[in-house]
């Protein structure tokens, strides 16, 4: 391993949305797409929805065109939160909106590991609960894709540029 990669080696981000069709498999191809690039390998990055509607299917085809637009690849089925894996599995849990965060809440999520990922970005940086959310765009056209896109890119670029400098605090409050 690359001894610069060496905090990152038990990390597993899980991002989360509704449908598991739009918005956490984008954050997940983005993130893979930007971690490639920076040489960050020891990273385990997945995602699912809350909701079960889609499970076993692709991804939403205007999600696919974006990533296509964008130079990300994407390969992608969709599954549910499995509560009782996935809470042990992943150390940082990430929800796209205040919505989904409560879901995984009253799942039984630890909140010290849940970050609405926009928090991530350099503007919100730091507020874990409140940050704002990335709007759903499931029922809008390719433009609200293509503001998702931007919304998570810089999110990913401020996740991923935690991760190589280890300054995740993810520890228990006591
Ligand atoms: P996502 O978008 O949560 O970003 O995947 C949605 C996809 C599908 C539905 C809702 C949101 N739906 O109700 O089927």
Redesign the pocket.
């Known amino acids: 391993m690359n001894p610069r990669d060496a905090h990152t080696a038990d990390l597993g981000v899980l991002f989360v949305?509704?449908?598991?069709?739009?918005?956490?498999?984008l954050a997940r191809a983005i993130l893979e797409h930007q971690a490639g690039g920076a040489g960050v390998r020891a990273l385990h990055v997945d995602s699912c929805?809350t909701?079960h509607?889609?499970v076993g299917g692709p991804a939403?085809s205007r999600t696919i065109r974006v990533a296509q637009r964008r130079g990300v690849r994407m390969n992608h089925v969709a599954r549910q939160l499995d509560p009782a894996r996935d809470f042990n599995a992943f150390r940082l849990i990430v929800p796209?909106d205040a919505r989904n965060r409560t879901d995984l809440l009253r799942a039984g999520a630890p909140e010290h590991r849940v970050r609405l990922v926009r928090s991530f970005e350099p503007a919100f940086h730091g507020d874990h609960a409140h940050a704002p959310d990335v709007p759903?765009?499931?029922t809008g056209g390719d433009d609200g894709f293509e503001r998702v896109f931007d919304m998570l890119w810089a999110s990913c670029e401020g996740l991923l540029a935690r991760v190589r400098t280890g300054t995740f605090d993810l520890h228990e409050p006591t």
Do not use: E, K, V
């Open positions: 949305c509704l449908g598991n069709i739009c918005r956490s498999p929805g909701g509607w889609h939403d796209m759903d765009p499931y």
